[in-house]
């Protein structure tokens, strides 16, 4: 059987670092609100001119060195983001041309802070399908160009940053033995698209607009999306949380990725948690948290590994892998 193996993973933080204190200066809030809250104690923020694709493109090029792979090998492109450069052509050709990449597919995958479990498990049907060999998946945000810096309880929460896998197309013997994806589960709901929504857009206001979320609600359901999701994951593969190695959710809230380990008997130390670091960088938080857990030498070859995210949508959706 063909397997879709993450074979190197690289990232890229903007060298601008806001701290909560940073933030109070400006902003009616205090450190303390902030990391009672969500965890958060800083944020990386994009100078102006950094754009997404520059973000983007800085972590893929890691992510082609750790593979030790040859650019050219790369024949699809996904980019999961919500803050694109332009509202077209997509970030990912953007990203692509300064690869100087010019066959193959890229495209960008919208699904805000779920868009990267999106497009790793839309890259994994395309290499399982014979139809790309070698899938560079990024999620690349810069989420401070739509908050509203008037509205504290918003803007204290996201950051800047970008995080990319490159995915290969190998082929293994047995069902879960194997490295690679194993299953991935997506989900949508429309009924919640008013609960996180951008108050702007090309087809509505003509104008970019800002970021806007009912948190107590969003909260509410997240818990609940997330355990269903990963409920999946376990059921497709007969795992079960014990032989997870570690589990690497969207870094939204601390207190949403520990209540979300709690009910499922997931062990703190196997959370892999760098929103205290990063703040909620949507698309690029989960692969930025699997790349710090590469680059520090947790994640080992053979680890079982729990991606899961929840957002704006909602969306919602899982990918469990062997590294
Ligand atoms: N600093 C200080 N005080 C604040 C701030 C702030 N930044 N923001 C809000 N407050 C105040 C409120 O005004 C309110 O004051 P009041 O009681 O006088 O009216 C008080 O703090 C409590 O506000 P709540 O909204 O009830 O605070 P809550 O405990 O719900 O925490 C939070 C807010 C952190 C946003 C929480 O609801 C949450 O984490 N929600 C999930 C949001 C999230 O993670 N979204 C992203 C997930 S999806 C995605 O990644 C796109």
Redo the contacts with the bound molecule.
């Keep these: 059987v063909t397997r879709s193996v993450i074979v190197g993973s690289g990232s890229y933080l903007p060298k601008k670092i806001v701290t909560n204190e940073d933030l109070a200066k400006f902003?009616?809030?205090?450190d303390e609100?902030?990391r009672q809250?969500?965890g958060i104690e800083q944020r990386h923020i994009a100078e102006e001119g950094e754009f997404t694709s520059e973000l983007g493109y800085k972590a893929a090029i890691e992510a082609i060195k750790s593979a030790g792979i040859d650019a050219q090998e790369i024949d699809l492109i996904i980019c999961a983001t919500a803050t694109p450069d332009n509202t077209f052509p997509a970030t990912s050709v953007a990203i692509q041309n300064m690869l100087e990449i010019h066959h193959g597919a890229a495209f960008d995958l919208q699904a805000?802070?779920s868009g990267f479990v999106f497009a790793l498990s839309t890259a994994d049907m395309y290499l399982r399908c014979g139809k790309a060999k070698t899938a560079l998946v990024i999620g690349a945000e810069t989420f401070s160009r739509i908050l509203d810096f008037e509205d504290?309880?918003?803007?204290?929460?996201f950051g800047d940053g970008a995080g990319a896998v490159i995915l290969k197309a190998e082929e293994g013997e047995g069902e879960i033995s194997d490295r690679g994806i194993l299953t991935s589960h997506l989900r949508s709901d429309g009924r919640h698209k008013e609960k996180?929504f951008v108050d702007g857009g090309p087809s509505t206001t003509q104008t970019t607009g800002h970021l806007r979320?009912e948190?107590?609600e969003?909260?509410k359901h997240?818990v609940g999306m997330i355990t269903d999701v990963i409920t999946d994951a376990f059921k497709a593969t007969g795992m079960t949380a014990d032989d997870l190695d570690w589990f690497v959710p969207?870094q939204?809230?601390k207190?949403?990725i520990d209540a979300s380990a709690r009910k499922l008997n997931i062990a703190p130390e196997k959370v892999v948690m760098t929103v205290n670091l990063h703040g909620?960088t949507?698309a690029a938080?989960i692969p930025l948290a699997l790349d710090t857990a590469a680059k520090d030498g947790r994640l080992k070859k053979g680890d079982v590994i729990l991606l899961e995210?929840?957002?704006?949508g909602?969306t919602w959706g899982s990918v469990l892998l062997r590294w």
């Design positions: 902003v009616d809030t205090s609100w902030i809250r969500t805000v802070c504290r309880t918003t803007c204290v929460l996180l979320m948190g107590k969003v909260f997240a969207h939204a809230n207190r949403i909620n949507s938080s995210a929840m957002g704006g909602f």
